[in-house]
Nanobody
């Protein structure tokens, strides 16, 4: 069982930056693939970025070059550094932990980018 708590969301102007954090507890964090997803109003939840237990990462095309995912296994935390934010990045951002058939979600944090 893994518990995930996101933080760092908020309101930012277009072109600005935010860093999201997701603190995990309850299991061996380092063994999990960690991901950030987002869901905008009226749209499906989509993958933003993912990082494996080995540190390999991949990104949605829409955020490549602007967002960076990282993890600190000593702190049981995964981060999403978001730069050059655009209004279309506005969404609720969710942290996700996956290993085998086990999948866990955080409660989400709102990111709003104003034009």
């Amino acid at each position: 069982q893994v518990q995930l708590v996101e933080s760092g969301g908020g309101l930012v102007q277009a072109g600005g930056s935010l860093t999201l954090s997701c603190a995990a507890s309850g299991s061996i964090f380092s063994r999990y693939t960690m991901g950030w997803y987002r869901q905008a109003p009226g749209k499906q939840r989509e993958l933003v970025a993912r990082i494996t237990s080995g540190g390999n990462s991949n990104y949605a095309d829409s955020v490549k070059g602007r967002f960076t995912i990282s993890r600190d296994n000593a702190k049981n935390t995964v981060y999403l550094q978001m730069n050059s934010l655009k209004p279309k990045d506005t969404a609720v951002y969710y942290c996700n932990a996956g290993r085998g058939l086990n999948l866990y979600w955080g409660q989400g944090t709102q990111v709003t980018v104003s034009s």
